[in-house]
T-cell receptor
Framework: DVKVTQSSRYLVKRTGEKVFLECVQD?????MFWYRQDPGLGLRLIYF???????EKGDIPEGYSVSREKKERFSLILESASTNQTSMYLC??????????FGPGTRLTVT | RKEVEQDPGPFNVPEGATVAFNCTYS??????FFWYRQDCRKEPKLLMS???SGNEDGRFTAQLNRASQYISLLIRDSKLSDSATYLC????????????FGKGTTLSVSS
């Protein structure tokens, strides 16, 4: 079974802190994605990566950056957390086929 | 026009009912189509792919109408366990790029 894991299920951070969200997949997938999900807004793509060290902006990249140094790991970085970044963050991975596998999500609260 | 549009619902139906969800997409060059299911506070998971010829998986039937850019999901004999949010998903015309998710339709099945 494909497994996508995220470093934390729940996280509470203070405004202005630098936040790292880690995602690891175990199926050698080329493509990895970070989304945030908010009530009424659905899943919104923040960044994605189709190869090591490659990244593409999604629909809402402002305030975020990413890192992909190894194929299995894709990190989302909030350089200076703000309260409007309180959300559910979902990581996903996908091979050249189209089924996309999601991690369990990190519920981030910024106070 | 939004890329993928769904009626958000909620659809409230009794057990045993038949319910249909619709989805429209704006990019006529879209290649592949899916329905994902997301349970409350869980990650989305693939429910089924959607083909032009239509496909059926038990009580679930998915249809695609490329001319009208319309996708549907029919659930027969609804169960309590079908209560979830159903996400319509479309791939753009380039392999390796991100899936496009609708905001989802919420189904609540009651006894």
């Amino acid at each position: 079974d494909v497994k996508v894991t995220q470093s934390s299920r729940y996280l509470v951070k203070r405004t202005g802190e630098k936040v790292f969200l880690e995602c690891v997949q175990d199926m050698d997938h080329e493509n990895m994605f970070w989304y945030r999900q908010d009530p009424g807004l659905g899943l919104r793509l923040i960044y994605f990566s189709y190869d090591v060290k490659m990244k593409e902006k999604g629909d809402i990249p402002e305030g975020y950056s990413v890192s992909r140094e190894k194929k299995e790991r894709f990190s989302l970085i909030l350089e200076s957390a703000s309260t409007n970044q309180t959300s559910m963050y979902l990581c996903a991975s996908r091979s050249s086929g189209y089924e996309q596998y999601f991690g369990p999500g990190t519920r981030l609260t910024v106070t | 026009r939004k890329e993928v549009e769904q009626d958000p619902g909620p659809f409230n139906v009794p057990e045993g009912a038949t319910v249909a969800f619709n989805c429209t997409y704006s990019n006529s060059a879209s290649q592949s189509f899916f329905w994902y299911r997301q349970d409350c506070r869980k990650e989305p998971k693939l429910l089924m792919s959607v083909y032009s010829s239509g496909n059926e998986d038990g009580r679930f039937t998915a249809q695609l109408n490329r001319a009208s850019q319309y996708i549907s999901l029919l659930i027969r004999d609804s169960k309590l366990s079908d209560s979830a949010t159903y996400l319509c998903v479309v791939t753009p015309n380039q392999a390796g790029t991100a899936l496009i998710f609708g905001k989802g339709t919420t189904l609540s099945v009651s006894s």
